[in-house]
Structures are given as C-alpha cells and as structure tokens.
Nanobody, 124 residues
Framework: VQLQASGGGLVQAGGSLSLSCSGSGPMFTTYPLAWLRQAPGKEREFVAV????????YYVDSVKGRFTVSRDNAKTTMNLQMNTLKPEDTAIYYC??????????????????WGQGTLVTVSS
C-alpha cells in the first residue's frame, strides 16, 4: 500500500488545518490507519488511530478534544481535522497503516508503509 499525506502549512496558534491521506491498494480498507508526527529533535509519536471501519478511534492525550480523525474507505482516504492548534503541534505529520498484529491501538512500531509526510507549522 502506498500512502501520501497532504494539507500541511503555516497557521497561527488557535487556527485550524485539515490533513488528508490518500492510499492505494486493497490493504488500505482492511487495516487500522494512523496519523503520527515527528517534531525536530523528537521521536515519532502517535497522534490518532482509526479502526478499519472508522468506528473505533484513539487519540494521544495532547490532542484529545482538538483533533478528529476520519476515514472514507470508498475513496481510500483518511483525514485529520486539527482545531485550536498550538505551537507544540508543529511537526511533520505522517499517515501509516498497521502492518503488525497487536492489541488496540498498538505502538508506533506496529505501523508501516509511511508515506511522505506533510509539514505543519504553528506560530505563536
């Protein structure tokens, strides 16, 4: 499966951005998907995970109530609506697919097929 994230940009603190992940291949509709991010000098971390059907979601505590993940399997896309952005949200955002079986939601190492990320910069 090939994944491609898009929609990043520069936004002021308190603003909103919507990221999109487009995929190809039959695996896209079969496995959980995730948004992850990596800030300069930091390790890659989960942002959100969404189950195969979209009914189950997981968010890291720092984005709960501000970010919403969704997917459209018919269009093989996944979105991340980011509201009330903070400077600490600045990072390269990646989408990935779960490639290793594990308990929900899994770990960063359980996800692969990283697409090219998209840069989100939040100014204070």
């Amino acid at each position: 499966v090939q994944l491609q994230a898009s929609g990043g940009g520069l936004v002021q603190a308190g603003g909103s951005l919507s990221l999109s992940c487009s995929g190809s291949g039959p695996m896209f509709t079969t496995y959980p998907l995730a948004w992850l991010r990596q800030a300069p000098g930091k390790e890659r971390e989960f942002v959100a995970v969404i189950g195969r059907t979209g009914q189950k979601t997981y968010y890291v505590d720092s984005v709960k109530g501000r970010f919403t993940v969704s997917r459209d399997n018919a269009k093989t896309t996944m979105n991340l609506q980011m509201n009330t952005l903070k400077p600490e949200d600045t990072a390269i955002y990646y989408c990935a697919i779960k490639t290793r079986a594990s308990d929900w939601p899994g770990t960063v190492d359980d996800f692969g097929s990283w697409g090219q990320g998209t840069l989100v910069t939040v100014s204070s």
